[in-house]
């Protein structure tokens, strides 16, 4: 159901959408012949990378070349950093580079057939460059010599990769030629600011620019679940088959507030104050939520893994500058391994319930950060890999009685890591509360959190429990690691 705008809102849409503007500047499963295709292993040594820019306002109007090899910005030289990977502008035929490429425009490169240009020539909006991303990504494999390829993307980019995969532009994901997805705030999901306004205050500021706006109507959530989508038409959701060989990340950015728009918290002024966001995309949007089975990553003992996600304070135009971010792209590009992180057990002996304000059952927040230290060898920052908060708006909360014991196995990482990688820091905090509005708690406004129980230290990469008793709680972290191939 779409979601409808308060007439009183109307105004408040037109002047954050402005900024908004200001600141951008029925499948079937694959074949059986094609089997060993999609399930062989990824090798990052013999797959290019190719990174999808995000939306501009003048892009649907520009008239330069498409299809050729740009510099990708601050997303490739980040991953470069971690990587190694040579730059495809330098070394075109090095199986695996990392590079951009540009979708805005009119001019069709030299290696397109007459049949290419005909078919581009009938598309606009994401199909179109679709359409664009997927034969350059045929011809960076044919340059040079690569066996696969990885995308990486940025805000609509993500859309137009999603878009790839679910739409098997040229055959790339029915060939099992796509390996891995690394989405930076990706409008995945289509997104709310687009899906609001459809067209009633940004089309006419366009027109009166001279801009053609037909990208913000492919982000509406009724365009994704009608043409993106297309295998069950689920919009949040990633069933399709084809991402069952495709390694998955997401980086989601937490911080609403726009630092070239006036630090204006967009989001939140549009009704999505207690929602994780970042100023221009709900983090909600920006992940693949449920998955049948077999849209599952089967590893080498059977697990079926879902897509991977990480937490990152930052906004929507300054995620990919972030080394947190792009640190774990790298690992999400390269790794044979997934670490996760969960809360298997708690005993609630203490509920340190507000004698006058607060009521059983407690709400217990369970907070946590991820930290790397083959990263901080490289970055002396030590930047947090993932962070999940109250203060973010993403910490999950779980209702106990006092005496209480439950296993949530609930999942507090999930993360992809580097194959030199021998330990992953945590810092884990458990806290009751009485005011959380995130969270659906809102029993005490004056009431501070009160702490249960932490954990914080390095731990290696191989299975493991940790338990950390207190007056208050008992609880027990598992830690498990993945072989994907």
Same mark, same amino acid.
């Given at each position: 159901?779409?979601?409808?705008?308060?007439?009183?809102?109307?105004?408040?849409?037109?002047?954050?959408?402005?900024?908004?503007?200001?600141?951008?500047?029925?499948?079937e499963s694959p074949p059986a012949s094609q089997e060993h295709a999609l399930r062989s292993a990824p090798d990052p040594k013999n797959t290019v990378t190719i990174h999808v820019h995000g939306w501009n306002l003048s892009g649907s109007s520009k008239t330069g070349t498409v299809g050729d090899d740009r510099g990708g910005g601050s997303t490739v030289d980040g991953i470069r950093r971690f990587t190694g990977m040579p730059h495809g502008s330098t070394s075109p035929t090095a199986t695996d580079q990392i590079i951009?490429?540009?979708?805005?425009?009119?001019?069709?490169?030299?290696?397109?057939?007459?049949?290419?240009?005909?078919?581009?020539?009938?598309?606009?909006?994401?199909?179109?460059?679709?359409?664009?991303?997927?034969?350059?990504?045929?011809?960076?494999?044919?340059?040079?010599?690569?066996?696969?390829?990885?995308?990486?993307?940025?805000?609509?980019?993500?859309?137009?990769?999603?878009?790839?995969?679910?739409?098997?532009?040229?055959?790339?994901?029915?060939?099992?030629?796509?390996?891995?997805?690394?989405?930076?705030?990706?409008?995945?999901?289509?997104?709310?600011?687009?899906?609001?306004?459809?067209?009633?205050?940004?089309?006419?500021?366009?027109?009166?620019?001279?801009?053609?706006?037909?990208?913000?109507?492919?982000?509406?959530?009724?365009?994704?679940?009608?043409?993106?989508?297309?295998?069950?038409?689920?919009?949040?959701?990633?069933?399709?088959?084809?991402?069952?060989?495709?390694?998955?990340?997401? $980086?989601? %950015?937490?911080? !609403?507030?726009? #630092?070239?728009?006036?630090?204006?918290?967009?989001?939140?002024?549009?009704? &999505?104050? *207690?929602?994780?966001?970042?100023?221009?995309?709900?983090?909600?949007?920006?992940?693949?939520?449920?998955?049948?089975?077999?849209?599952?990553?089967?590893?080498?003992?059977?697990?079926?893994?879902?897509?991977?996600?990480?937490?990152?304070?930052?906004?929507?135009?300054?995620?990919?500058?972030?080394?947190?971010?792009?640190?774990?792209?790298?690992?999400?590009?390269?790794?044979?391994?997934?670490?996760?992180?969960?809360?298997?057990?708690?005993?609630?002996?203490?509920?340190?319930?507000?004698?006058?304000?607060?009521?059983?059952?407690?709400?217990?927040?369970?907070?946590?950060?991820?930290?790397?230290?083959?990263?901080?060898? $490289?970055? %002396?920052?030590? !930047?947090?890999? #993932?962070?999940?908060?109250?203060?973010?708006?993403?910490?999950?909360?779980? &209702?106990? *009685?006092?005496?209480?014991?439950?296993?949530?196995?609930?999942?507090?990482?999930?993360?992809?890591?580097?194959?030199?990688?021998?330990?992953?820091?945590?810092?884990?905090?458990?806290?009751?509360?009485?005011?959380?509005?995130?969270?659906?708690?809102?029993?005490?406004?004056?009431?501070?959190?009160?702490?249960?129980?932490?954990?914080?230290?390095?731990?290696?990469?191989?299975?493991?429990?940790?338990?950390?008793?207190?007056?208050?709680?008992?609880?027990?972290?598992?830690?498990?690691?993945?072989?994907?191939?």
């Amino acid at each position: 159901m779409r979601t409808q705008v308060p007439h009183q809102h109307s105004a408040l849409l037109a002047v954050g959408l402005s900024s908004w503007l200001i600141a951008c500047g029925g499948i079937e499963s694959p074949p059986a012949s094609q089997e060993h295709a999609l399930r062989s292993a990824p090798d990052p040594k013999n797959t290019v990378t190719i990174h999808v820019h995000g939306w501009n306002l003048s892009g649907s109007s520009k008239t330069g070349t498409v299809g050729d090899d740009r510099g990708g910005g601050s997303t490739v030289d980040g991953i470069r950093r971690f990587t190694g990977m040579p730059h495809g502008s330098t070394s075109p035929t090095a199986t695996d580079q990392i590079i951009g490429t540009e979708y805005y425009g009119k001019i069709l490169p030299s290696y397109y057939s007459a049949a290419d240009i005909a078919e581009v020539d009938a598309l606009s909006g994401v199909p179109r460059y679709a359409a664009i991303v997927g034969k350059y990504a045929r011809y960076v494999m044919q340059r040079s010599g690569a066996e696969g390829v990885n995308l990486t993307c940025h805000s609509m980019g993500c859309l137009i990769s999603h878009y790839i995969i679910e739409n098997d532009v040229e055959k790339l994901a029915s060939e099992g030629k796509l390996r891995r997805w690394v989405s930076f705030a990706g409008v995945v999901g289509g997104a709310k600011l687009a899906d609001l306004d459809r067209g009633k205050w940004l089309d006419p500021l366009a027109k009166l620019l001279g801009y053609d706006l037909i990208d913000v109507e492919h982000m509406s959530y009724d365009w994704v679940t009608d043409k993106v989508t297309i295998y069950d038409h689920k919009r949040r959701d990633g069933n399709n088959p084809y991402f069952g060989n495709i390694l998955v990340h997401h $980086i989601l %950015a937490t911080n !609403p507030k726009i #630092d070239t728009a006036l630090s204006i918290p967009l989001l939140d002024l549009l009704g &999505s104050a *207690n929602a994780p966001n970042d100023g221009i995309v709900l983090d909600d949007e920006m992940y693949l939520h449920e998955q049948q089975p077999s849209a599952r990553w089967t590893t080498p003992s059977g697990t079926q893994l879902p897509t991977s996600q990480s937490h990152h304070f930052a906004n929507h135009f300054n995620i990919t500058e972030q080394v947190s971010a792009q640190a774990l792209a790298s690992a999400a590009l390269t790794g044979s391994r997934r670490v996760q992180v969960k809360l298997s057990k708690i005993t609630l002996r203490n509920d340190k319930e507000d004698p006058f304000f607060g009521k059983p059952p407690a709400e217990i927040v369970v907070e946590s950060t991820v930290k790397y230290a083959y990263v901080n060898a $490289i970055d %002396a920052s030590e !930047p947090t890999l #993932d962070e999940v908060s109250m203060a973010r708006r993403n910490a999950p909360v779980l &209702s106990m *009685n006092k005496g209480e014991t439950k296993t949530p196995n609930l999942m507090i990482f999930d993360g992809p890591v580097f194959d030199g990688q021998t330990s992953v820091s945590l810092n884990v905090k458990l806290s009751e509360t009485d005011f959380y509005p995130a969270g659906g708690v809102n029993e005490n406004l004056l009431s501070a959190p009160a702490p249960l129980g932490a954990f914080s230290g390095d731990v290696p990469l191989a299975a493991g429990d940790y338990t950390v008793t207190t007056a208050d709680a008992v609880f027990t972290l598992h830690v498990s690691i993945e072989k994907l191939y």
